[in-house]
């Protein structure tokens, strides 16, 4: 099995990628949050920072674009190809009403002839070979088998399905049988993406689709850093690997914290840019802990550095980690 951690757009930065590499194993590629292009401009100053030479980075990292237009798609891949990326990412899946409303993300599945003339030219002249991540349409299931065939027409590096419609966000149960008719209409490699947050919910997925190798998670690995840990320590792939202890877990959950406070400190400006980036992270994080509410409302009340500080401290102290 081969462990992809999801792009989460203002949350798996650079130096939160960076960080999570330090001191969690098992992730086999980082995508990154993706950038929407512009052919007549350079990049901004935030996005060469988030797209750092290649072979800088300890770990393989994929760019990942939001576009409708081929132009600004070519663009941006030369622009990876010069920093010595191998792959770019195509964003098909995200459902945001901003993002769908101009025909992107998840939008453009919603003009089929439209996506394919795009396919057409980014595949023909692409320096970089092209992984797509997908859902699979909009309003119905029944538009999944015409987005299969255009797919058929190209020879994608991957392609990653979030087995769910635009208009579902990221609720409700993933559309499984979507995962299994697209194995048996395609050539490229295939991984799942969607719900993947304990070994429970892996062996459940398993059990549906067990041709599945690759799998693409995003929030299980923000609500819980050392979540690949857990997986490996249920597979049967790893035998022999074990869980390092409660104990050892949130020293290196709170090590891992602190790491990223002090990394947000050096590129904002001010505490409450840099809070406000914790903070959402905490949305997340919050869930590896038993019964952190009261705790989690002080660290949102905080308006300094030193009192957030002392609100993450009194969790970290007071607050079990999850068993699982």
Known sequence: MEYYFAPMEGLTDSVYRRLHHKYFSGVDKYY?????PTVHRSLTEREARELPLADSESFTAVPQLLTKSAEDFLWAARQCADRGYGEVNLNLGCPSGTVVARNRG?????TPRELET??????EKCPLKISIKTRIGMECPDEWAPLLKIYQKFPMKELIIHPRLQKEGYKGTPHLEAFAEAVEALQCPLC????ITSPETLAH???KLPMVDTVMIGRGILQ???L????????TDFDGVSLPSSEDCLDVLKEFHNSLLAGYQVIMSGDTNTLYKMKDLWTFLSRSFESPDKYVKKIRKATDVSDYKLAVNALFRECALKSS
Do not use: H, R, V, W
């Open 118 to 123: 795009f396919l057409d030219e980014i595949f």
């Open 192 to 195: 799942y993406n969607g719900d």
């Open 205 to 207: 997925i398993l059990e």
């Open 224 to 226: 819980n850093p050392g």
């Open 228 to 235: 690949l840990q857990q997986l490996k320590a249920t597979s």
């Open 106 to 110: 998840a939008g453009f599945l919603g």
């Open 32 to 36: 990154m949050p993706f950038f929407s």
